[in-house]
């Protein structure tokens, strides 16, 4: 048997016997009060307490146990000692594992920076995937993180941390419930905006019934006008310019829909072609923009 075989025999056989002594499936917290090895060495070991569990042939959640029953714990339990009172081999093994153990701490401190091994302690602590409440309970800032990473699950990646394939669901839902009530609110300041010719205050949100409450406006951008200025950032790229091509493009199809080429007053009054000043910019005037696109004889 070799050193770590040993090592998880002993763990075992130590979680088997707490389990017999509560007479329930033993918790992390009872092993700490209780048993004679870390909880957090379960999960090392093991993946998770709950494997550590599976793998002792002990059945069922971990629970409180009776009230009768965990006092008389409380005496020590007597470790296993050798004829002159030294530690057992399986005591040694422990030891050994913690110096393995302080010295791959050792090396993460140095192949990690101070985010990823706060989400590293995180993850031991809850003897899993951590959450940004994980860091946030412990004083700790999780957007400082998320700013570094860019999302919370990117931060568990760097440290090869992945969600799990019901905690992915349940966050891409969150996005896509996050940008459809995105959507909601840009409606309502785009239609408040058309109504009224201007862009609404908080105090205009409060007064208007058929928009949304201020909270909401607070809860997904911060404030009502940072919901204004996203609207207009996105704005000013859907009106991008056209191009040249596609100005020729427009004169053509006007042409071919109407028999006719467009005048200066044409382009000003209708609602398929682009601004008059579109055609300026790109080509000096409109009878030149007609001369590219190669309808000049057609306007005679």
Do not use: C
């Amino acid at each position: 048997m070799t050193e770590d075989e040993a090592l998880e025999e002993a763990l075992l056989e130590e979680l088997a016997l707490l389990h017999d002594e509560l007479g329930v499936p033993p918790r992390t917290i009872d092993m700490g009060k209780h048993g004679r090895f870390s909880p957090a060495l379960y999960s090392d070991i093991f993946g998770s307490w709950k494997k550590s569990l599976e793998k002792a042939g002990v059945e069922g959640e971990p629970r409180r146990p009776p009230d009768d029953v965990e006092p008389n714990l409380d005496a020590v339990r007597e470790w296993d000692t050798d004829a002159t009172g030294e530690t057992t081999a399986e005591n040694d093994l422990l030891d050994s594992h913690k110096d393995t153990e302080e010295t791959e701490r050792k090396d993460a401190e140095e192949k990690f920076d101070e985010h990823q091994l706060l989400i590293l302690a995180a993850a031991e602590r809850v003897e899993g995937v951590p959450t940004p409440e994980s860091l946030r309970i412990r004083g700790h800032s999780a957007n400082a993180v998320i700013d570094e990473y860019g999302t919370w699950e990117n931060a568990l990646a760097s440290v090869g941390i992945e969600l799990p394939e019901k905690m992915r669901a349940v966050r891409e839902e969150k996005r896509r419930r996050g940008r459809r009530d995105e959507e909601k609110l840009l409606d309502e300041v785009r239609k408040y905006r058309n109504i009224h010719g201007k862009a609404p205050t908080e105090k205009d949100v409060k007064e208007t019934d058929w928009m949304s409450p201020v909270g909401e406006y607070m809860e997904v951008f911060g404030a009502v006008w940072s919901a204004v200025d996203t609207l207009r950032e996105g704005e000013d790229e859907e009106e991008k310019e056209p191009s040249e091509d596609e100005l020729v493009s427009e004169l053509k199809r006007y042409y071919l829909r109407n028999g006719e080429v467009p005048t200066r007053q044409d382009v000003r009054n209708s609602t398929t072609l682009s601004e008059l000043s579109s055609y300026i910019d790109n080509f000096g005037d409109v009878r030149s923009a007609v001369e590219a696109a190669g309808l000049a004889e057609r306007a005679e």
